[in-house]
T-cell receptor, first 118, second 112 residues
């Protein structure tokens, strides 16, 4: 199947700093990428949908000024957590849709980024 | 809003069969996915249903009833490595995008 990578795999930062997480589709072009957040022992919560060349669509309750998303190319989307605080500590997972997959538009998930804000 | 429910935890014995249920109340249903997720890792795709009925894939099968808003994942011949979380996700057609909304997840523990 299609491969999606994330970088970094884990990051620790001080409160008030900004952190950028990259999501790349390695062997396919992704016009749409998705960003999820997962707290311990909970399921994935969709934060936003990122479309190449246009503004991201944020889910209700997600602050667009705090979680900046840029999808500048068909293989790269970035999530920047601005002025991070301890409550932003979470597992952030991206996924990318490969329109070349048969029948259904399956989302392929990256390995996730563990963010810890001190 | 969307509502997708699963049991929080289940325990089953190695070699046995286990059924994980998922009920949903959503708008714009466009398919249901099951994913497996080991702790600290990304979800991996297991199955997809868009029409009513049973889809079989090796040791894993998934069933869907759209009229009842109900699906289940059936795992046969359980192995220790099947201990993981199993996520039910409904795909919704919204404003031109097919977004996935995940259930609460079921943590399955397989015991010897």
């Amino acid at each position: 199947g299609a491969v999606v990578s994330q970088h970094p795999s884990w990051v620790i930062c001080k409160s008030g700093t900004s952190v950028k997480i990259e999501c790349r589709s390695l062997d396919f072009q992704a016009t749409t990428m998705f960003w999820y957040r997962q707290f311990p022992k909970q399921s994935l919560m969709l934060m936003a949908t990122s479309n190449e060349g246009s503004k991201a669509t944020y889910e209700q309750g997600v602050e667009k000024d705090k979680f900046l998303i840029n999808h500048a190319s068909l293989t790269l989307s970035t999530l920047t957590v601005t002025s991070a605080h301890p409550e932003d500590s979470s597992f952030y997972i991206c996924s990318a849709r490969d329109l070349g997959t048969p029948i259904y538009n399956e989302q392929f998930f990256g390995p996730g980024t563990r963010l810890t804000v001190l | 809003g969307q509502n997708i429910d699963q049991p929080t935890e289940m325990t089953a014995t190695e070699g046995a069969i286990v059924q994980i249920n998922c009920t949903y109340q959503t708008s714009g249903f466009n398919g249901l996915f099951w994913y497996q997720q080991h702790a600290g890792e990304a979800p991996t795709f297991l199955s997809y249903n868009v029409l009513d009925g049973l889809e079989e894939k090796g040791r894993f099968s998934s069933f869907l009833s759209r009229s009842k808003g109900y699906s289940y994942l059936l795992l046969k011949e359980l192995q220790m490595k099947d201990s993981a979380s199993y996520l039910c996700a409904v795909r919704l057609y919204q404003t031109g995008a097919n977004n996935l909304f995940f259930g609460t997840g079921t943590r399955l523990t397989v015991i010897p």
